[in-house]
């Protein structure tokens, strides 16, 4: 089980607002069930088996394109610990026990 | 205002987990009383003043060597939108209302 | 064709170094001929079909876990860009043309 | 001595190439003759004293603003090691010899 936060992006839309991209990647990410998402102020993290959220990041690149976009940037950021469970809620409530 | 995520992770602990790294810079923000910030699995989200989240995020880059860390690595990522008044809560709204 | 930035850490090993560990990764990338790749100071560029460079980082990602880390921190950036064609000197030469 | 990647981009200005903008960030570094500047497909490489280059980078970042564009997307990744002197030539090298 691997914690990713995706972030994508069109560039030169002539629009500065993402949102409305942003719903669409989140539409196809509503069909893959077996990914858990929680929308950040500044991304998106998943949490699954890592080829699963890849194959699903894969899916939402191609959104903004989709959408008319000539240019888009997409970045990931992978957490990958094996020697323990890890969960999007576990990290957070780590960090919040030692405060 | 701007809208800036930040992770900064200690290199070659020894130990795998960071949340004690990521609580200490959680101290470091309670003492900012003019940057709101956000705890999400993969980083913290700050928002405010751009020069004043970014005083913080330098003391905050000092904590894992003051705790014994010999290397860091910090990213940052600024959202600074100045064509209309932005924050963390509104721009998941936004997301949201569209979904 | 697409420009991906890949940035591979271990976390938890106890030493600071982390050049082995991408000196294993371009051993990888050795074999995957399709794929053109650059060594920078932070991370390495790769350009090519974006389902193949994203492949060849789906095994690089693996590295370390083969080299005893537990946990590993695995950033990627992708710039696809599908109004025209775009290539890592492309991109250098359309800066430098300017300066 | 620090070695900081730094990527600029204007979202939202219509035109898909940012190349204009990165060449005009470069100008910035010209003045900045403490921070050393390598230009990479992805972003662009500085090495020097933190508190210089984040100077240097808080600079950078008002130059889209300057040019007309309303949002500034900014990632920067520090990577800060204080056990052993650190450069972007050495980091390079380091990774070639093991090759």
């Known amino acids: 089980m691997a ?11 002539g629009d500065t607002s993402v949102s ?3 719903a669409k990647c989140h539409e196809v ?3 893959e069930t077996e990914v858990k998402h929680m929308l950040t102020p500044m991304g998106t993290v998943l949490e699954g088996d890592l ?11 191609e959104v903004p394109f989709g ?6 940037s997409t970045q990931i ?4 610990r094996r ?3 890890s969960s999007m809620t576990g990290k957070m409530e780590s960090v919040e026990s030692k405060l």
Request: charged share 40%; aromatic share 2%; proline share 2%.
């Open 51 to 61: 080829d699963k959220i890849l194959a699903a990041i894969r899916k939402m690149h």
């Open 3 to 13: 914690i990713v936060e995706v972030t994508i992006v069109p560039l030169g839309t």
């Open 67 to 72: 959408e008319g976009a000539k240019r888009v």
């Open 20 to 22: 409305k991209y942003v």
């Open 83 to 85: 020697d323990k469970q």
């Open 29 to 31: 990410l509503k069909k």
């Open 77 to 80: 950021k992978i957490d990958d």
